[in-house]
């Protein structure tokens, strides 16, 4: 994304075409000092939309690095900054989702 004047933001949202067609890591950065700086990073995504806390930025410019694709073909359908209160934030990372624990078998229940 490039805006034509810098955007001050602490919030990103992504959306995926479908939680199917995620990547499976990706960053989201930004463009600072004349380098692309990582705000934020996914691992082991399972999800089609991310409300993602960062740190207060200020930037003209912001792209997604997919850092592993998957098995299958993947695509954005939008990409959306604000800058939010604190208070915001919290209750985003609160509602991120959590890894799963495993299910445990027959074997483990032993």
């Not at 933001?9 to 930004?30: E, I, W, Y």
């Not at 990073?41 to 207060?56: A, D, F, I, T, Y």
Request: with cysteine; hydrophobic share 40%; glycine share 4%.
């Amino acid at each position: 994304m490039t805006w034509p004047g810098p955007q001050t933001f602490n919030m990103v949202h992504v959306v995926f075409l479908t939680k199917r067609h995620a990547p499976l890591r990706f960053a989201v950065q930004a463009w600072l000092h004349d380098e692309w700086k990582t705000l934020v990073e996914v691992s082991k995504n399972r999800h089609r939309r991310h409300v993602l806390g960062v740190p207060k930025t200020t930037s003209s410019r912001l792209r997604l690095l997919v850092l592993e694709a998957g098995k299958t073909e993947w695509g954005v359908c939008e990409m959306r900054v604000y800058d939010e209160p604190p208070r915001l934030l919290e209750i985003a990372a609160r509602a991120a989702p959590k890894p799963r624990a495993p299910r445990p078998t027959l074997r483990d229940k032993r």
